[in-house]
Structures are given as structure tokens and as C-alpha cells.
């Protein structure tokens, strides 16, 4: 029997982890042979139902599930663990934007920086979710200062996985057959998902889709589908955001294919011309554990003005939480 290992989820009776949880325990991360021990993070208000979920869990007697702690305090969630999900924080709705969240969710990530910093494991592998992720993986970073940056990644993957269904819809094709889509910048509105080096089956995606297609349909599509899900569902995303959140860590602790690479907001260390210091969506690919920012992609004029527009508006958005930093 394996060591097992411990994963910390945050907002654990929240909407995303209905879905996330389950997924967890029943191996989808780490495989059939990894045992895991969950530790669940909740505020004193959503103790109760995290109770219930956890009951929810004991009820399936996943084999490879061995503990479950509930708490909520970030030491004691964070304790030793070697994957951590940041995702409890309030999610937006309807007429709001992401950024609208950043002044009430900014704090949570600073306290939790501050716990990752003193309790998790030296290579613990950090996901932020909650939004608006990319400035609240920053504002996590900056008060984890004993870990590396390497620790800390933010979820545009959702972003991706979206981009990747409106280009399979549209040239009548599977998800397997699409590879290289990219999503840069910023998990707004203001994202640039951007098909220059997407290839289906093989070929060229612009070569496939005419230019207005692409600029005035799926860019839009993918930029606003977030909001589009508030509006239809009534609330956030969530079995599709646990469903990025997975595919993310999973790309993160077990790699990307030679050639390919996945959507990742990491700490820009200035490739692209992107400001240093700011959590930026990158193509990035993954060996051995380590991920690093696909590098030498050509990119032309148009894509050049939009990657502008991202850095700008997490600058605006770093500013405005300068004080956490
Ligand atoms: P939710 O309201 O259903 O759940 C959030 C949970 O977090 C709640 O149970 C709440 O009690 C808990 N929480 C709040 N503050 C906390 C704290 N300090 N410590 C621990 N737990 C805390 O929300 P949800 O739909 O699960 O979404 C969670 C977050 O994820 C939101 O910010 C949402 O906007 C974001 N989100 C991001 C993406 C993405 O692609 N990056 C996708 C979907 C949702
Ligand atoms: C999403 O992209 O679905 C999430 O970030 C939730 C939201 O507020 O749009």
C-alpha cells in the first residue's frame, strides 16, 4: 500500500466541491493505487453542511479515501499537504464581474498564503480558483514567501476546455482531435483565447475557420461563457469548474504530452513581454512535475494587442490590492 497523500480543498461544502470532492476520492487525480487523505476547509457558518458532505462521502466507502479532517483552520487544513485547492470564496452573479469580487475575496487569499507558508508540504502544488483567481494567486504568493512561486498556479482551464468545445462544434469534429489552444491572460472577460497554433486533426485551426468566425464568435463565446452560465443556470459553474479544476492538477502532477501543453496562469517571469509579478494564463507544458511557460510562439500583431489588454488589466487589478501584497 502507497503512502497517502494529503489534499487540502477549500470552501469544501460550496458548489464546486459537490462535484470536485467526489472526484477526488474516487481516485481521478492521483489513480486507482493512491490512497488520500482529504482535508476540508470551511468558514464556522458552512461547518454544518460540510458535515453533511462529509457524510455524503463516508457513504460511497471510496476504497482509497483513508481520513477525512474537517476544520475551519487554515493550519489545520493545510498541515503537510501536497495539493491544495483554493476554492472557497464567493462567487459572483448576475451583472456582476469577476473583478467585483476582488476587494471581498482578496483577504481570504492572504490569510491562506500566510498558512500555506507555515504548514504545507516545500513542494505543495497550489490551484486557485476562487475568483478573481489570477490577483488572488498573487496575493497568495506574496504572503507565502517561503515557498516558491513554482508552488502556486490560478485556473484558466475552464477558459480552455470551453475554447477547445466551440472549436470541435465547429468544425464537426471530437475534443481529442483539437490540440494547442491557448488562453492568455486574465480569467475575465478580457481573455484572449487564441486558436494561432490550434491544430485539428493535424491542421491548422485558422485554416479551417474563416477570420470572422474566429474574432467575432468564438472569442466573444469563450470570453463571456462564464457570464452566459450565470445568466441561464442561475449561478456560477461549478461541475464544469471542478471538471477544469481536475484536468488542471492532473496535467500538473503527472505532465503534458511532448508538443503539448495545457492553459496555466503562473507567475510571468516576463516571457511574451508580459510584466514580471503578475499571474498571467500562459501555454505551459509539464515534466517531471515542473511547469513552465511554452516558450518561442510566434505571435502577431492582432494577438500582440490583446495579450497588452490582459497585462493591463491585472495591473489595474494588482494595484488595487497593492496593500495585501
Ligand atoms: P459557493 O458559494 O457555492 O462555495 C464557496 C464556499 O466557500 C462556501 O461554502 C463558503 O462557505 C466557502 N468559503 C468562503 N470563504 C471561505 C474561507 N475563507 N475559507 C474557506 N471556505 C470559505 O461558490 P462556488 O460556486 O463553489 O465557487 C467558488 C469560487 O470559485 C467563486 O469565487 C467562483 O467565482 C469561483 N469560480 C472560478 C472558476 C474559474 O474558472 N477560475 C470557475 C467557477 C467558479
Ligand atoms: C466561470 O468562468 O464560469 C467562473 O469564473 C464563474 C464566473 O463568475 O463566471
Known amino acids: 500500500m502507497k503512502r497517502p497523500i494529503s489534499i487540502a480543498v477549500t470552501g469544501a461544502a460550496g458548489q464546486i466541491n459537490y462535484s470536485l470532492l467526489f472526484r477526488l476520492a474516487a481516485g481521478e487525480l492521483l489513480g486507482?493505487?493512491?490512497?488520500?487523505?482529504?482535508?476540508?476547509?470551511?468558514i464556522p457558518p458552512a461547518m454544518k453542511a460540510l458535515e453533511g458532505v462529509v457524510m455524503e462521502l463516508n457513504d460511497c466507502a471510496y476504497p482509497l479515501l483513508q481520513k477525512i479532517v474537517m476544520t475551519d483552520d487554515p493550519k489545520v487544513a493545510f498541515d503537510g499537504v501536497e495539493y491544495a485547492f483554493l476554492v472557497g470564496a464567493k462567487p459572483r452573479s448576475h451583472g456582476m464581474?469577476?473583478?467585483?469580487?476582488?476587494?471581498?475575496?482578496?483577504?481570504?487569499?492572504a490569510i491562506q498564503g500566510k498558512a500555506l507558508n507555515d504548514v504545507a508540504s516545500r513542494d505543495v502544488k497550489v490551484l486557485v480558483t476562487g475568483n478573481p483567481s489570477n490577483t488572488n494567486a498573487l496575493i497568495a504568493i506574496n504572503n507565502a514567501p517561503d515557498l516558491s512561486s513554482d508552488?502556486?498556479?490560478?485556473?484558466?482551464?475552464?477558459?480552455?476546455?470551453?475554447?477547445?468545445?466551440?472549436?470541435?462544434?465547429?468544425?464537426?469534429v471530437i475534443s481529442k482531435q483539437i490540440n494547442n489552444i491557448i488562453i492568455?491572460?486574465?480569467?475575465?472577460?478580457?481573455?484572449?483565447?487564441?486558436?494561432?497554433?490550434?491544430?485539428?486533426?493535424?491542421?491548422?485551426?485558422l485554416s479551417l475557420v474563416d477570420d470572422a468566425w474566429f474574432v467575432d464568435?468564438?472569442?466573444p463565446t469563450v470570453q463571456h461563457r462564464g457570464t452566459e452560465i450565470i445568466k441561464v443556470r442561475g449561478q456560477s459553474s461549478a461541475a464544469s469548474a471542478a471538471n477544469a479544476v481536475i484536468a488542471h492538477m492532473r496535467a500538473w502532477a503527472h505532465g503534458t504530452a511532448d508538443g503539448e501543453w495545457l492553459s496555466m496562469a503562473v507567475l510571468s517571469d516576463g516571457s511574451y513581454g508580459i510584466e514580471e509579478g503578475l499571474v498571467y494564463s500562459f501555454p505551459v507544458a509539464v515534466t517531471n512535475g515542473k511547469a513552465s511557460i511554452v516558450q518561442g510562439l510566434e505571435i502577431n500583431r492582432f494577438s500582440l494587442e490583446r495579450l497588452r489588454r490582459n497585462e493591463t488589466e491585472l495591473k489595474e487589478e494588482r494595484q488595487a490590492i497593492r496593500h495585501l501584497l
Open 32 to 42: 486507482a493505487d493512491q490512497p488520500i487523505i482529504l482535508h476540508l476547509l470551511e
Open 97 to 109: 464581474l469577476r473583478s467585483d469580487l476582488l476587494q471581498q475575496n482578496a483577504e481570504i487569499f
Open 151 to 172: 508552488c502556486f498556479t490560478a485556473m484558466t482551464m475552464l477558459d480552455h476546455t470551453r475554447a477547445v468545445s466551440q472549436l470541435a462544434q465547429k468544425c464537426g
Open 184 to 205: 492568455w491572460g486574465n480569467h475575465s472577460c478580457m481573455q484572449y483565447p487564441d486558436l494561432h497554433h490550434a491544430r485539428v486533426n493535424g491542421f491548422e485551426a
Open 217 to 219: 464568435e468564438f472569442i
